[in-house]
């Protein structure tokens, strides 16, 4: 445990850094110092939350913190950027803090509150996996609101202390006003000229790559939780129910030996007629004296190879031990199911649920992968039973319940007295030998005493066998039920590393191309993997409407136009698509933390269009779609806007290094959308706004040869239509 909060924290401390390090490269050491401040700030602010809240530091809630790394600053390099731009123009300090809250403000609030209601889901969702992921929704939740309040409180007036007021104009440095290129922002204005003249090519170009990731989502294996990367895994033996306790001690002798041969095995602790005690968090002991079964914790010296090693040995154990059923088993995460793949006969009758259930498990242990099958109630013990003859047991003075209670106690045994051992008082039970009670014509040549006194055989002892005919037949232990219903539980254990949803779509297929149909009476459904996947993913869409609606109010009300608050809730849908799309491009299956970077890519990657749109929306020209106004607006953005996005990117790269399987999807996810997000921020979104508000004969007239007002003869970019302030060419550029 302290070795994976340390490696963490680590993470944590790496992308602090190279949070900063983005920072510094777009916008120079002084707003980097400044932004860099605020990311201690909002970090104390959330433990302190965590803290009212009662979530402990543990491996959620700090992996809560490393995604928010790259939000924890976004509103500080917007405030930071724009109070820089005031000072620049020679505006006072205080009319430059003043102007930036009160134009910011707004924008910033509501893109706040979109993020906090794309991860509310996942901080509601009651369930296994609510309680296993929801801290991560909360502690990003509280980073946002924190860096919120700092944007608009304290980092305005550090911006200023730190920057001071430019009375003379400065030659640019990229170290102190961060990275320029006048040939490449030459370019990105003519660009924008060419997209904001034909505002559809702009819309078409940014739907290319969205549609394409929505497209290839549908190759995207699915995988629930991914297996965890560690030195351990377990191994799970049953034999017969019948077995003794013995006989499994012996097999388990014989495997540990197998598996201590291997070099990498450092050590396997066995526990027998039990399950192991919960050394994980997601493995709920569900043995209690169970002769026939035993667990073991296999310790290796490195998880690098453990899965080649659990292939190995399953394939080893499987050809030496084939009288028992051994199970080399991988740690997994998310909520715990007993198999990967399981099939629920429902029915009124056992026999034909032990059929039906037969029936299935011959299809599942046909599909590849599939390593071991296990019917519920073809699972009998022995049982022992007589068939009394009535006059041969009347004339020994016997009846049925002198008869069951003589045999049992003489094979179960009685109370026959007890001995002290240091403090513990033991009961002694008297009873025949194992070896009688192991043999059937033993049993059958016990002898048994009259119950009546009076009878002819004067209480003489008259054998079993004289009275009754003695089988042992199979028996059903229990009648398994789910929710009050009687049924048949067929369970599949797959190969190591295979994809429970592969092999569950090739069951399916087998039984549909057999034909395989439940008579009346009789229902199937599925359970395992699949189950609780499903359930997880009901849970966290059960408060997605309402969150929805919360949010479109939210735009609607933050910009006072139901058109603007569509093209932002457009960007948010297209941003999906794009982390799905950067999921295929790594390779990564589609499951439930890659849901999750969705849900919050859908809040995450809509902030860079709503600073864009309240940028237009601000500007009067631009407010009526005239394209220059419009194009220098975006392009006052833009240097915000990348640093936002490659921040937030920069936040997620200690999650996508550190690999495995459990991280990276969600990251990798939200990484790609909000790259994607960013040039649908300063294309798509523009060309759009364009399109939606400017007549058509404005975007000829506007861009023409003669109308240029964003060039001038000197090399420097004019701000903004309506600020009347000239800004150097790079301060504007990206």
């Known amino acids: ?9 680590n993470n944590l401390l790496l992308g602090g850094a190279a949070v900063v390090l983005v920072v510094f490269v777009m916008m120079g050491w002084r707003n980097a110092l400044i932004v860099g401040i605020s990311l201690p700030l909002s970090s104390l602010i959330v433990l302190t939350g965590m803290r009212m809240l009662g979530i402990p530091v543990h491996q959620m809630s700090v992996t809560g913190l490393i995604i928010a790394l790259g939000l924890l600053i976004d509103n500080a390099i917007v405030i930071v950027d724009d109070v820089t731009s005031k000072l620049r123009e020679r505006m006072p300090p205080a009319n430059a803090v003043s102007a930036s809250v009160r134009h910011l403000a707004i924008p910033l609030l509501g893109s706040t509150l979109t993020t906090a209601f794309a991860f509310a889901p996942i901080a509601l969702m009651p369930g296994p996996a609510g309680e296993f992921v929801g801290s991560i929704a909360v502690s990003v939740i509280l980073a946002i609101f924190s860096s919120f309040g700092l944007a608009m409180t304290v980092i305005p007036a550090l911006t200023v202390i730190g920057q001071g007021v430019q009375r003379v104009r400065r030659r640019w440095r990229w170290w102190r006003d961060g990275i320029s290129h006048a040939g490449m922002a030459g370019l990105y204005r003519r660009s924008l000229d060419l997209l904001l003249a034909h505002p559809l090519l702009g819309i078409v170009l940014g739907l290319i790559l969205p549609i394409a990731g929505f497209i290839q989502a549908r190759t995207l294996p699915e995988q629930f939780f991914p297996p965890a990367d560690r030195d351990q895994f377990h191994i799970e033996v049953e034999l017969p129910s019948h077995a003794s306790m013995e006989q499994t001690l012996d097999l388990v002798k014989q495997i540990r030996a197998h598996v201590l041969a291997h070099d990498a095995v450092v050590a396997v602790d066995w526990f027998v007629g039990e399950s192991a005690p919960a050394f994980y968090y997601n493995l709920v002991p569900t043995q209690k004296n169970t002769s026939h079964y035993a667990q073991a914790l296999v310790q290796l010296n490195s998880a690098e190879g453990a899965r080649a090693l659990i292939h190995r040995l399953q394939a080893e154990l499987d050809e030496s031990f084939s009288a028992a059923r051994i199970l080399v088993r991988q740690l997994e995460q998310g909520p715990p199911f007993s198999a990967p793949v399981e099939v629920r006969v429902y029915g009124p009758d056992l026999l034909k649920l032990s059929e039906l259930g037969e029936q299935l498990r011959a299809h599942l242990a046909a599909v590849p992968d599939v390593i071991h099958t296990r019917s519920e109630l073809a699972e009998a013990l022995p049982k022992l039973s ?21 045999l049992q106690l003489t094979l179960e045994g009685a109370t026959g007295g007890s001995i002290l051992e240091a403090t513990e008082e033991i009961p002694v039970r008297v009873r025949v030998s194992n070896a009688t009670r192991a043999d059937l014509g033993s049993i059958q040549s016990l002898d ?4 009546s006194v009076d009878a002819p055989s004067q209480r003489q002892r008259v054998p079993l066998s004289a009275i009754a005919d003695v089988e042992v037949t199979p028996e059903i232990s229990a009648v398994p039920r789910f929710n009050g219903r009687r049924m048949n539980e067929v369970q599949g254990y797959i190969t190591a590393g295979v994809l429970p949803a592969k092999v569950l779509g090739e069951f399916r297929q087998r039984l549909e191309d057999a034909k395989f149909e439940m008579p009346p009476g009789y229902s199937y459904e599925f359970g395992g993997e699949s189950e609780k996947r499903n359930d997880a993913i009901g849970n966290l869409l059960a408060s997605v409407g309402v969150l929805m609606v919360l949010m479109v109010a939210t ?15 457009i960007v948010g849908a297209l941003s999906v698509g794009l982390g799905l799309g950067a999921l295929s491009i790594f390779g990564h299956p589609f499951g439930f933390m890659a849901i999750i970077g969705s849900m919050g890519l859908a809040g995450v990657a809509i902030n860079d269009a709503i600073v864009v749109l309240a940028g237009l929306r601000e500007n009067p020209g631009a407010r009526q779609g005239d394209p220059v106004a419009v194009r220098d607006v975006v392009v006052h953005s833009t240097r915000h806007v990348v640093a936002t996005s490659l921040t937030t990117m920069a936040g997620f790269a200690p999650l996508v290094i550190a690999g495995g399987g459990f991280w990276p999807p969600m990251a990798i996810a939200i990484s790609g959308g909000v790259g994607g997000a960013t040039i ?19 975007r000829g007239e506007s861009l023409g040869a003669g109308d240029r007002r964003g060039d001038a003869a000197d090399g420097t970019l004019r701000g903004p239509v309506g600020t009347g302030g000239r800004i150097p060419a790079a301060v504007d550029s990206m």
Do not use: K, T
Not at 555 to 569: E, I, N, T, W, Y
């Open 555 to 569: 735009l609607v009300l933050s910009f006072g136009s139901f058109r603007v608050a569509g093209l932002v809730g």
């Open 386 to 406: 007589l068939a009394v003859d009535e006059e041969q047991a009347r004339l020994a003075g016997l009846d049925h319940q002198a008869i069951a209670e003589q």
């Open 1 to 9: 445990v302290e070795d994976r909060l340390n490696s963490l924290l």
């Open 680 to 698: 649908l921020a300063l294309y798509f979104v523009p060309s759009a706004y364009v399109w939606a508000m400017c007549p058509v004969r404005c």
């Open 448 to 451: 048994l005493l009259p119950s």
